[in-house]
T-cell receptor
């Protein structure tokens, strides 16, 4: 099993450009999450999904959109990138949304100039 | 959301036990205590979690105070591969969000 994979690993954008980050999991998990991590800080939840076709806002959703058209994939979109969105983005998945563990991908390092 | 307080960093010698403390004085009755760790340039990795009773698994032990206002993650025999940032997180059983603090950077000296 590959677990949770993320593409791309690195990306540099100019202000105003758009992009989509792809997260895929092969564990048949129902729940998926997108986090961002700024230097020296813990992770902050951007959006999450409790199942195929559903999404919900997390702690810091502004400037991002998500879609979960297939159970195994969770896409994070930036419509008009801003320098404040420079960060490392992590995707995670879990079987349930309660006390069980979340499995994380390796991260995408995004720089917005 | 209830918050946690952890020391910024700790040092330990290789092959010795490590006790990582966490204070969570505003914990509610339905909050689970989760620990994750993050090795350099990697995604976080689950370590252990518990509600009221002490918990053990192959990676670590979690000791929870009787009043649940604090907990301690115990690595029984630290190795250089255990050098990471360790996060103590509270999670409401009805809430999908993990609220992360800055964590404790664990430095292992050979």
């Amino acid at each position: 099993n590959a677990g949770v994979t993320q593409t791309p690993k690195f990306r540099v954008l100019k202000t105003g450009q758009s992009m989509t980050l792809l997260c895929a999991q092969d564990m048949n998990h129902e729940y998926m999450y997108w986090y961002r991590q700024d230097p020296g800080m813990g992770l902050r939840l951007i959006h999450y999904s409790v199942g195929e076709g559903t999404t919900a806002k997390g702690e810091v959703p502004d400037g991002y959109n998500v879609s979960r058209l297939k159970k195994q994939n969770f896409l994070l979109g930036l419509e008009s990138a801003a320098p404040s969105q420079t960060s490392v983005y992590f995707c995670a998945s879990s079987q349930t949304g309660t006390a069980d563990e979340q499995f994380f991908g390796p991260g995408t390092r995004l720089t917005v100039l | 959301d209830a918050k946690t307080t952890q020391p910024n960093s700790m040092e330990s010698n290789e092959e010795e036990p490590v006790h990582l403390p966490c204070n969570h004085s505003t914990i509610s009755g339905t909050d689970y205590i989760h620990w994750y760790r993050q090795l350099p340039s990697q995604g976080p990795e689950y370590v252990i979690h518990g509600l009221t009773s002490n918990v053990n698994n192959r990676m670590a032990s979690l000791a929870i105070a009787e009043d649940r206002k604090s907990s301690t993650l115990i690595l029984h025999r630290a190795t250089l591969r255990d050098a990471a940032v360790y996060y103590c997180i509270l999670r409401d059983d009805s809430n999908y969000q993990l609220i992360w603090g800055a964590g404790t950077k664990l430095i292992i000296k050979p």
